[in-house]
Protein backbone atom coordinates (compact mmCIF):
# COMPACT_ATOMS: atom_id res chain seq x y z
CA UNK A 1 0.00 0.00 0.00
CA UNK A 2 2.88 2.69 0.61
CA UNK A 3 4.12 1.65 -2.43
CA UNK A 4 0.83 2.24 -3.93
CA UNK A 5 1.08 5.94 -2.36
CA UNK A 6 4.21 7.02 -3.23
CA UNK A 7 3.38 5.85 -7.07
CA UNK A 8 0.13 8.55 -7.11
CA UNK A 9 2.29 11.54 -5.27
CA UNK A 10 4.98 11.12 -8.24
CA UNK A 11 2.51 10.76 -10.72
CA UNK A 12 0.36 13.33 -9.41
CA UNK A 13 3.57 15.73 -8.88
CA UNK A 14 4.55 14.85 -12.55
CA UNK A 15 1.88 16.04 -13.89
CA UNK A 16 0.01 18.96 -11.75
CA UNK A 17 -0.89 21.85 -13.52
CA UNK A 18 -0.44 20.29 -16.82
CA UNK A 19 -4.36 19.67 -17.86
CA UNK A 20 -6.93 22.00 -19.38
CA UNK A 21 -9.65 22.08 -17.11
CA UNK A 22 -13.58 23.30 -17.31
CA UNK A 23 -12.77 25.88 -14.74
CA UNK A 24 -14.38 23.71 -11.88
CA UNK A 25 -11.96 21.23 -11.22
CA UNK A 26 -8.25 20.75 -10.77
CA UNK A 27 -8.61 17.79 -12.91
CA UNK A 28 -4.25 17.34 -12.90
CA UNK A 29 -4.72 16.80 -9.16
CA UNK A 30 -7.39 14.98 -7.63
CA UNK A 31 -7.86 16.28 -3.87
CA UNK A 32 -8.28 12.51 -2.99
CA UNK A 33 -7.04 8.98 -4.17
CA UNK A 34 -8.67 6.21 -2.67
CA UNK A 35 -7.90 2.72 -3.44
CA UNK A 36 -10.45 0.18 -3.56
CA UNK A 37 -10.34 -3.68 -2.78
CA UNK A 38 -10.33 -6.19 -5.36
CA UNK A 39 -13.61 -7.15 -5.60
CA UNK A 40 -13.79 -3.87 -7.50
CA UNK A 41 -10.59 -4.46 -10.22
CA UNK A 42 -13.49 -4.03 -12.86
CA UNK A 43 -15.43 -1.48 -11.54
CA UNK A 44 -17.64 0.10 -14.11
CA UNK A 45 -20.22 2.17 -12.70
CA UNK A 46 -20.58 5.22 -9.59
CA UNK A 47 -23.48 7.18 -8.15
CA UNK A 48 -23.78 9.34 -5.45
CA UNK A 49 -26.46 8.57 -2.57
CA UNK A 50 -25.64 10.49 0.47
CA UNK A 51 -22.30 12.21 1.76
CA UNK A 52 -21.28 8.99 3.31
CA UNK A 53 -21.96 6.74 1.06
CA UNK A 54 -21.12 6.18 -2.95
CA UNK A 55 -22.60 2.82 -4.97
CA UNK A 56 -20.87 0.61 -7.72
CA UNK A 57 -20.89 -1.84 -9.97
CA UNK A 58 -18.52 -3.82 -11.58
CA UNK A 59 -18.82 -5.57 -14.92
CA UNK A 60 -18.21 -8.96 -14.12
CA UNK A 61 -20.75 -10.06 -10.70
CA UNK A 62 -24.10 -8.81 -10.19
CA UNK A 63 -23.06 -6.68 -6.89
CA UNK A 64 -23.81 -3.29 -5.37
CA UNK A 65 -20.90 -2.30 -3.58
CA UNK A 66 -21.70 0.46 -1.25
CA UNK A 67 -18.12 2.68 -0.62
CA UNK A 68 -17.54 5.20 2.03
CA UNK A 69 -16.05 8.19 -0.40
CA UNK A 70 -13.76 9.46 2.81
CA UNK A 71 -12.01 5.90 3.56
CA UNK A 72 -12.86 3.82 0.23
CA UNK A 73 -13.94 1.05 2.24
CA UNK A 74 -16.57 -0.89 1.35
CA UNK A 75 -18.39 -1.73 3.93
CA UNK A 76 -21.40 -3.33 2.36
CA UNK A 77 -22.22 -5.81 -0.65
CA UNK A 78 -25.87 -6.72 -2.21
CA UNK A 79 -26.62 -9.66 -4.63
CA UNK A 80 -28.91 -8.35 -7.19
CA UNK A 81 -29.13 -10.70 -10.29
CA UNK A 82 -26.81 -13.21 -11.40
CA UNK A 83 -23.27 -12.03 -13.06
CA UNK A 84 -23.13 -10.54 -16.05
CA UNK A 85 -21.75 -7.47 -18.10
CA UNK A 86 -22.84 -4.66 -16.18
CA UNK A 87 -21.87 -1.24 -16.88
CA UNK A 88 -23.58 1.78 -15.19
CA UNK A 89 -25.70 2.48 -12.09
CA UNK A 90 -28.21 5.00 -11.02
CA UNK A 91 -29.85 5.41 -7.27
CA UNK A 92 -33.33 7.42 -7.53
CA UNK A 93 -36.09 7.33 -5.25
CA UNK A 94 -35.11 4.67 -2.86
CA UNK A 95 -34.37 2.44 -6.23
CA UNK A 96 -30.80 0.92 -7.74
CA UNK A 97 -30.83 1.02 -11.18
CA UNK A 98 -28.36 -1.04 -13.30
CA UNK A 99 -27.29 -0.88 -17.06
CA UNK A 100 -25.96 -3.83 -19.42
CA UNK A 101 -23.67 -3.44 -21.72
CA UNK A 102 -26.74 -4.36 -24.48
CA UNK A 103 -28.97 -1.44 -22.89
CA UNK A 104 -31.31 -3.40 -20.97
CA UNK A 105 -31.81 -1.91 -17.76
CA UNK A 106 -32.86 -3.51 -14.39
CA UNK A 107 -34.78 -1.59 -11.48
CA UNK A 108 -34.08 -2.83 -8.13
CA UNK A 109 -36.25 -1.90 -5.25
CA UNK A 110 -35.95 -4.38 -2.16
CA UNK A 111 -36.76 -7.66 -3.68
CA UNK A 112 -38.48 -6.57 -7.14
CA UNK A 113 -36.89 -6.65 -10.36
CA UNK A 114 -38.02 -4.99 -13.64
CA UNK A 115 -36.13 -4.77 -16.55
CA UNK A 116 -36.32 -2.13 -19.55
CA UNK A 117 -34.78 -3.61 -23.01
CA UNK A 118 -33.51 -1.63 -25.96
CA UNK A 119 -35.03 -2.61 -28.88
CA UNK A 120 -34.13 -0.33 -31.65
CA UNK A 121 -31.06 -1.85 -32.14
CA UNK A 122 -28.75 -5.22 -31.26
CA UNK A 123 -25.53 -4.71 -32.02
CA UNK A 124 -25.13 -1.23 -29.55
CA UNK A 125 -23.09 -1.14 -27.13
CA UNK A 126 -23.34 0.78 -23.64
CA UNK A 127 -21.12 2.08 -21.09
CA UNK A 128 -22.83 4.83 -18.79
CA UNK A 129 -25.60 5.41 -16.61
CA UNK A 130 -26.88 8.21 -14.79
CA UNK A 131 -30.72 10.15 -13.07
CA UNK A 132 -31.57 12.61 -14.88
CA UNK A 133 -34.14 14.41 -11.65
CA UNK A 134 -35.31 17.47 -13.61
CA UNK A 135 -36.76 14.84 -16.24
CA UNK A 136 -37.69 12.06 -14.16
CA UNK A 137 -35.76 9.89 -16.56
CA UNK A 138 -32.26 7.61 -16.58
CA UNK A 139 -29.98 9.28 -19.43
CA UNK A 140 -27.83 5.79 -21.23
CA UNK A 141 -24.62 6.60 -22.90
CA UNK A 142 -23.91 5.02 -25.88
CA UNK A 143 -19.90 3.30 -26.92
CA UNK A 144 -20.98 2.03 -30.17
CA UNK A 145 -23.92 3.29 -31.96
CA UNK A 146 -24.91 0.59 -34.57
CA UNK A 147 -25.51 1.93 -38.25
CA UNK A 148 -23.08 3.45 -40.47
CA UNK A 149 -24.75 6.71 -40.38
CA UNK A 150 -24.01 6.89 -36.32
CA UNK A 151 -20.61 5.23 -36.31
CA UNK A 152 -18.99 8.81 -35.84
CA UNK A 153 -21.80 10.22 -33.54
CA UNK A 154 -21.56 10.44 -29.68
CA UNK A 155 -25.27 9.53 -28.46
CA UNK A 156 -27.33 9.49 -25.28
CA UNK A 157 -30.63 7.80 -24.60
CA UNK A 158 -33.37 8.16 -22.60
CA UNK A 159 -35.51 5.93 -20.33
CA UNK A 160 -38.57 6.58 -19.05
CA UNK A 161 -38.58 6.21 -15.34
CA UNK A 162 -42.89 5.35 -15.71
CA UNK A 163 -43.45 3.66 -17.76
CA UNK A 164 -39.68 1.89 -17.52
CA UNK A 165 -39.52 2.25 -21.14
CA UNK A 166 -36.19 3.78 -23.39
CA UNK A 167 -37.64 6.58 -25.84
CA UNK A 168 -36.65 5.68 -29.54
CA UNK A 169 -34.80 8.41 -30.53
CA UNK A 170 -31.81 9.85 -28.82
CA UNK A 171 -31.93 13.08 -26.27
CA UNK A 172 -28.46 14.20 -27.34
CA UNK A 173 -26.66 13.44 -30.87
CA UNK A 174 -22.68 14.94 -31.15
CA UNK A 175 -20.03 14.61 -34.05
CA UNK A 176 -17.68 12.20 -32.37
CA UNK A 177 -14.51 15.03 -33.86
CA UNK A 178 -16.20 17.25 -31.77
CA UNK A 179 -14.89 16.09 -28.88
CA UNK A 180 -12.13 13.42 -29.63
CA UNK A 181 -11.86 11.52 -32.45
CA UNK A 182 -11.68 8.00 -30.35
CA UNK A 183 -13.83 9.43 -27.89
CA UNK A 184 -16.37 6.55 -26.76
CA UNK A 185 -18.03 7.13 -23.52
CA UNK A 186 -17.77 5.09 -20.61
CA UNK A 187 -19.29 7.29 -18.14
CA UNK A 188 -22.22 9.98 -17.87
CA UNK A 189 -23.42 12.08 -14.74
CA UNK A 190 -24.97 15.42 -14.28
CA UNK A 191 -23.82 18.37 -12.87
CA UNK A 192 -25.58 20.18 -9.95
CA UNK A 193 -25.86 22.86 -12.17
CA UNK A 194 -27.16 21.19 -15.32
CA UNK A 195 -24.55 20.73 -17.53
CA UNK A 196 -23.48 17.21 -18.73
CA UNK A 197 -20.25 15.15 -18.26
CA UNK A 198 -19.47 12.58 -20.67
CA UNK A 199 -16.15 10.85 -19.78
CA UNK A 200 -14.20 8.66 -22.29
CA UNK A 201 -11.88 6.06 -20.90
CA UNK A 202 -10.95 5.26 -24.66
CA UNK A 203 -9.62 9.03 -25.72
CA UNK A 204 -9.18 9.73 -22.17
CA UNK A 205 -11.61 12.90 -22.47
CA UNK A 206 -13.79 14.31 -20.38
CA UNK A 207 -16.16 16.79 -21.98
CA UNK A 208 -18.77 18.94 -20.70
CA UNK A 209 -21.95 19.68 -22.70
CA UNK A 210 -25.08 21.97 -21.96
CA UNK A 211 -28.24 20.87 -22.02
CA UNK A 212 -28.79 22.26 -25.45
CA UNK A 213 -26.13 19.96 -26.72
CA UNK A 214 -23.85 22.84 -27.11
CA UNK A 215 -19.62 21.73 -25.90
CA UNK A 216 -18.43 23.32 -23.23
CA UNK A 217 -14.85 22.03 -22.80
CA UNK A 218 -13.38 19.69 -23.54
CA UNK A 219 -10.86 18.22 -20.87
CA UNK A 220 -7.65 15.89 -21.41
CA UNK A 221 -7.27 13.44 -18.66
CA UNK A 222 -3.56 12.15 -18.25
CA UNK A 223 -3.58 8.82 -18.67
CA UNK A 224 -1.02 8.13 -15.37
CA UNK A 225 -4.23 9.29 -13.51
CA UNK A 226 -7.17 8.40 -15.56
CA UNK A 227 -5.75 4.24 -16.69
CA UNK A 228 -9.29 3.75 -17.00
CA UNK A 229 -11.80 5.65 -15.67
CA UNK A 230 -15.32 3.92 -16.08
CA UNK A 231 -17.45 5.51 -13.49
CA UNK A 232 -18.62 9.18 -12.97
CA UNK A 233 -20.42 11.17 -10.41
CA UNK A 234 -21.61 14.64 -8.46
CA UNK A 235 -22.71 15.18 -5.34
CA UNK A 236 -25.13 17.53 -4.76
CA UNK A 237 -22.73 20.13 -4.13
CA UNK A 238 -20.83 19.49 -6.82
CA UNK A 239 -18.01 17.29 -5.10
CA UNK A 240 -17.05 14.83 -8.45
CA UNK A 241 -16.40 11.63 -8.16
CA UNK A 242 -14.09 9.48 -11.05
CA UNK A 243 -13.53 5.61 -10.57
CA UNK A 244 -10.79 3.87 -12.19
CA UNK A 245 -10.15 0.01 -13.19
CA UNK A 246 -7.23 -1.32 -12.22
CA UNK A 247 -3.80 -0.63 -13.77
CA UNK A 248 -0.66 -0.50 -12.11
CA UNK A 249 -1.84 0.72 -8.75
CA UNK A 250 -5.53 -0.78 -8.50
CA UNK A 251 -9.00 0.41 -8.56
CA UNK A 252 -9.67 4.03 -6.96
CA UNK A 253 -11.82 6.67 -7.20
CA UNK A 254 -10.57 10.08 -6.86
CA UNK A 255 -12.51 12.99 -5.35
CA UNK A 256 -12.45 16.72 -6.78
CA UNK A 257 -13.45 19.24 -5.17
CA UNK A 258 -14.86 22.82 -6.90
CA UNK A 259 -12.42 24.95 -7.01
Known amino acids: ?23 RYNLANPTK ?21 LVAVQDEKGFLFF ?33 KSNGTLISVKDKEIKKATFEACKTIEFEGLCFDAV ?18 KVLVYA ?16 D ?23 LSSVAKMLAEISPDGKVVATNPLNPFIFHQPE ?10 YIANEKGETGPSIMTFDRQ
Open 1 to 23: MMNKILLSLVLMSTVNGCLQSSG
Open 33 to 53: MNYLPEDLNEISGLDWINDST
Open 67 to 99: INPERGDVYQKVKFRKDGDYEGVAYAGNTYYVL
Open 135 to 152: NDRLLVACKVACGKKNRK
Open 159 to 174: CEINPFKYAKEPVLEI
Open 176 to 198: QDALHKNFKASGIALHPKGNWFL
Open 231 to 240: GITFSPGGTL
